[in-house]
Structures are given as structure tokens and as C-alpha cells.
């Protein structure tokens, strides 16, 4: 077993939470096995409405008495929503991508009366100290390696600075960490665990079409792009974000025609629903790290977080400590 800070906090057996990524793809199946395997599940809600987020919720109850979390965008955070977190009071109300005047300690505070623990992810350090003077009791360092919405620091250099500007609060390593050799390095940099998002979209639970986990499995990790196209397609203005997405025939058709992406705004998010809704990983946008490039298999979630601690447990007591010769 690996027991770290984050662990005690949240009486939870691994080192191992799951991003909580929106748009369809995190759910009550894929967030119950997580946090079942002893790691944190938590279940994105961007897209859901009030009634959505409430079954979701009480869906991931009936699978699970473990800690999970619920993770809100604050950019465009929706009070009907946010009021079911506060309802259903999760272990963990995670947050992320706050606009610059947006007041954090307010909503904090809320989710601590709530009972919750405060998790808030940044890309620079600026940002997840804001999070920590607000309050935070966790803070995600997210490397640009990362799938979806990044900026563009690479975990390597973010992550130990993050854990330096905060400290003494747990930090958990995000962007790029697919295996145990990447929670091995994670805790090496001084974070407390890792937050994994595209490794565990490819699993059995991942409510992705499985064209969609066909496709992170295909990737090899170099063809994915810093793109700002899928949020002209859906109209949405993300502060101070790119994404990182496949580069796959729907970003090759608009890469430098981002004005006709504009243009033609209502009927590209209508072709992009309708390519989702189909399966067809040529036309939507398909969101993925780098870490893609680790991936060879569809597997259980739980097999994932289960061999991802082993294999980090080996690399640390057995090849690493050989290492060290002593005088
Ligand atoms: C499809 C997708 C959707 C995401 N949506 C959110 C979100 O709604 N909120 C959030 O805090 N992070 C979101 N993320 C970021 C993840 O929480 C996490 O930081 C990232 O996936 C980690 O990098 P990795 O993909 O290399 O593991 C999303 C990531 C992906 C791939």
C-alpha cells in the first residue's frame, strides 16, 4: 500500500482520483468502481442539469459507500446545480477553471458547511495559490500533457512548484500519468497522488462510446493538438484554456479556418452532436492526454487503479531503493 497525506484526509486506501471530466464522460458506473477499488471518484457535471446530477448522485449512493467527489467548472458554474452538491455532500467538492474576479472563498466556504473537502485544480502557480489562500484543502497541478482543458505549463517543472508554493497542502499530480511508473514519479516531485483522466476513459465503466476508447487506445500519444477549435464549435468561451484533443479529420477540417468554425457555429456543434451521438471519432472532438500513448487496452477501472499502485510500490521499494548506495 502507498498511504500519503491525500489518503488520510479523505480515508481512502490509494493515491489514485479520477478527473472529473464532464460532458459525458465521467458516470455513476465509472465513478462508484473508482472510488470501490480504493481510489476517489469524481463525477464531472458539466452539460447535466439539476435532475441529471441528482440521479447521477444517487446512483453512484447505490453502487458505493466510499468517498467520492463532485466536480464543478466555476467559470460557468450553475447555482441549481451547485445547490445538489451542497444537498447530497459528497467527501470531495472538486472545482476548476474559476474566472480571474470570481470570489472562490465563497463558494469554498459553502461546500465546507456542507461537510465537503475542497479540491481546486490550476495549470499555473498564480492560480492554485489563489485556491489555497481561498481555503482549498487539496490542489490539483495540471500538467498541459493532460487531455482537455489545459494551459501551458508541463507537469514536470508545475508539479513541484505547485507543491512548493502551497505547501503544507496535498497536492495531486494531473496531466500525462497513465501507469504506476507515473505515481512513482508524481510522489518523486512531491505530490501526494495523481489525478487521471484519459487512462480511465478507456475502460469498461467509461460511459464513452467504445469508437471513443477505440480511439485512445489507437492513438499513439504524438497526434494530439493544442486546439481551440472544439470550443468555437460549441460556443463556448473557456478563460485562458486551450484543449487538447486527437488531432483526427474534425480538427484537420477547421485548423486555420477558425474563423469559418465561427461562422458557421450552430451548424458544426449540430454536426458534432450527431457524429457523438453515432460513434464517429472522425468528427467530434475527441479529448485525450498525451499519456494516450500508454494505452494499449480497454480494461476495468478497477484493474487500472489496482496496477498502477503494484507497479508503483515495486518501482519505489525495490528498483529505486537498489539504487542507492549508502558510504
Ligand atoms: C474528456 C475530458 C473532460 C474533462 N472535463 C473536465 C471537467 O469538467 N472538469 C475538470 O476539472 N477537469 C476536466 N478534465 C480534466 C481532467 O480532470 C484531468 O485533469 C485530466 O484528464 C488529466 O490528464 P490526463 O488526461 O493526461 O490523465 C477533463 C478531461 C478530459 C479528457
Known amino acids: 500500500m502507498i498511504n500519503t497525506r491525500f489518503c488520510s484526509l479523505l480515508e481512502i486506501r490509494h493515491p489514485i482520483a479520477l478527473g472529473g471530466m464532464g460532458g459525458g464522460a465521467t458516470g455513476a458506473p ?3 468502481a473508482v472510488s470501490n477499488s480504493g481510489g476517489l471518484g469524481i463525477l464531472g457535471t458539466s452539460g447535466m442539469d439539476r435532475a441529471k446530477l441528482k440521479s447521477e448522485v444517487e446512483a453512484i449512493r447505490r453502487a458505493t459507500d466510499k468517498p467520492f467527489g463532485i466536480n464543478h467548472l466555476l467559470f460557468e458554474v450553475d447555482e441549481e446545480r451547485f445547490s445538489v452538491t451542497l444537498e447530497t455532500k459528497p467527501a470531495v467538492a472538486s472545482f476548476a477553471w474559476a474566472r480571474a474576479e470570481q470570489d472562490l472563498r465563497g463558494y469554498f466556504d459553502r461546500a465546507h458547511q456542507a461537510g465537503c473537502k475542497v479540491m481546486y485544480m490550476g ?3 498564480p492560480e492554485t495559490v489563489r485556491a489555497a489562500e481561498a481555503g482549498a484543502d ?3 497541478a495540471q500538467g498541459t500533457e493532460a487531455g482537455g482543458h489545459v494551459v501551458w505549463m508541463a507537469s514536470m517543472p508545475l508539479i ?6 502551497v505547501a503544507p497542502l496535498p497536492v495531486l499530480a494531473a496531466g500525462g500519468f497513465a501507469d504506476g511508473r507515473g505515481l512513482a514519479a ?5 505530490a501526494d497522488g495523481i489525478l487521471v483522466g484519459t487512462r480511465l476513459l478507456a475502460t469498461h465503466e467509461s460511459p464513452l462510446h467504445s469508437n471513443f476508447k477505440q480511439a485512445i487506445v489507437r492513438s499513439d500519444g504524438h497526434d494530439t493538438v493544442l486546439t481551440e477549435i472544439p470550443d468555437l464549435a460549441s460556443g463556448r468561451v473557456w478563460p485562458g484554456a486551450m484543449s487538447r484533443a486527437l488531432r483526427n479529420d474534425f480538427i484537420e477540417r477547421w485548423a486555420g479556418r477558425e474563423w469559418a468554425v465561427r461562422r458557421d457555429q450552430r451548424a458544426i456543434a449540430q454536426a458534432v452532436a450527431e457524429a457523438r451521438k453515432r460513434g464517429d471519432a472522425d468528427n467530434a472532438p475527441l479529448f485525450i492526454g498525451q499519456d494516450a500513448g500508454l494505452i494499449d487496452a480497454i480494461k476495468p477501472a478497477a484493474e487500472i487503479v489496482e496496477s498502477m499502485v503494484s507497479e508503483a510500490e515495486q518501482i519505489i521499494a525495490e ?3 537498489k539504487l542507492v548506495h549508502r558510504r
Do not use: F, H, S, W
Request: overall charge negative.
Open 30 to 32: 465509472l465513478v462508484a
Open 123 to 125: 495549470g499555473e502557480v
Open 138 to 140: 487539496i490542489i490539483v
Open 160 to 165: 513541484p512548484m505547485v507543491v512548493d508554493a
Open 186 to 190: 508524481a510522489l518523486a516531485l512531491g
Open 319 to 321: 528498483k529505486l531503493t
